[in-house]
């Protein structure tokens, strides 16, 4: 990409979490840690899921591609958070911001699609259970999955290539710790009215188009399960859904209050940046492990059979 005209500033300033160093070292040790059991947690679901042939179904799939993009979507902020916690001048260059303004907006767009993509999932299942491996083929959710990427990644492109030709004034610290666009059409001295009408038709058409899948996908679950006479029959349908309804709920919910909220470095805007930047991601290896008893004993399996023998 061609940058345009920032020949008036090369850095951002990101200010982060505190300014206390105390502070800084507590909470390094804390976001370290939950980094840590994020890339823990996560690729051993990408591994579980890969080396055991039973969990080789649509819905594993797609669980297998959650996983692996919570590995990236976490990766894009939490290391040069970890790194401006340990480091006096917490600065950025213009380009590195601009990149990982446009991996945050592409991840977080991915995984938007690929909820909405698990919720038709979970409708097929439900609603037409004999007709399942039919449906939902192998191709079918390869096609499905190269459909998120390619959407986030082409929504995020647009946005990245209108904000590179911004022209950025003077020193400007960023009150977040990490750059997104919201965080940077203010400390522009151009005209960013365009910039900030495109993120908003991308956000409404690309957030909430996908919300508004699962909603009506989730509706007609709901209408199926309740043609279902038995009361056991009805509780096992449900739960199968339960996982996927709790990673929404953490998602969208963090991911909308933080980008209705002004971009002025609140606590609570901080709180809800962390929630779905790396709160989320560290949860639903957790959530789909607690709460599946096939992935657990998937993993019990693959323990027994490379680590017992070494005991």
């Not at 970890?82 to 213009?94: C, D, H, Q």
């Not at 005209?191 to 909430?208: G, P």
């Amino acid at each position: 990409m061609t940058m345009g005209n920032h020949s008036a500033v090369h850095t951002f300033i990101l200010l982060g979490l505190s300014a206390d160093p105390s502070t800084q070292a507590i909470l390094f040790v804390l976001f370290f840690l939950i980094y840590l059991l994020t890339l823990m947690g996560n690729f051993l679901m990408v591994l579980v899921i890969t080396a055991d042939s039973r969990l080789h179904t649509p819905m594993y799939f797609f669980l297998r591609q959650l996983s692996f993009l919570d590995l990236c979507h976490s990766s894009v902020t939490a290391p040069k958070m970890l790194e401006n916690l340990l480091s006096e001048g917490k600065t950025i260059f213009v380009e590195s911001c601009l990149a990982q303004a446009f991996f945050v907006f592409a991840t977080g767009g991915t995984e938007a699609c690929l909820l909405a993509a698990m919720a038709y999932d979970r409708y097929v299942a439900i609603s037409s259970p004999l007709l399942y491996g039919q449906l939902m083929s192998n191709q079918l959710c390869v096609r499905l999955v190269w459909i998120s990427w390619g959407l986030a990644f082409v929504d995020a492109l647009t946005n990245i290539l209108l904000a590179v030709n911004l022209d950025f004034c003077d020193e400007q610290t960023i009150p977040h710790f990490s750059c997104e666009l919201s965080s940077l059409f203010p400390l522009s001295c151009s005209d960013t009215s365009v910039n900030f009408t495109l993120l908003l038709c991308s956000s409404v058409l690309h957030f909430f188009g996908t919300l508004v899948m699962i909603v009506c996908s989730y509706a007609r679950i709901v209408s199926a399960v309740l043609r279902v006479s038995s009361i056991t029959g009805r509780s096992k349908a449900f739960s199968t859904c339960l996982s996927h309804l709790t990673t929404v709920i953490l998602f969208y919910g963090s991911g909308f209050i933080s980008y209705l909220l002004p971009a002025s470095g609140s606590s609570l805007e901080m709180i809800f940046s962390l929630q779905y930047s790396m709160i989320t991601p560290m949860l639903n290896p957790l959530i789909y492990s607690l709460k599946n008893k096939e992935v657990k004993t998937a993993v019990e399996r693959m323990f027994r059979k490379y680590f017992h023998p070494l005991m």
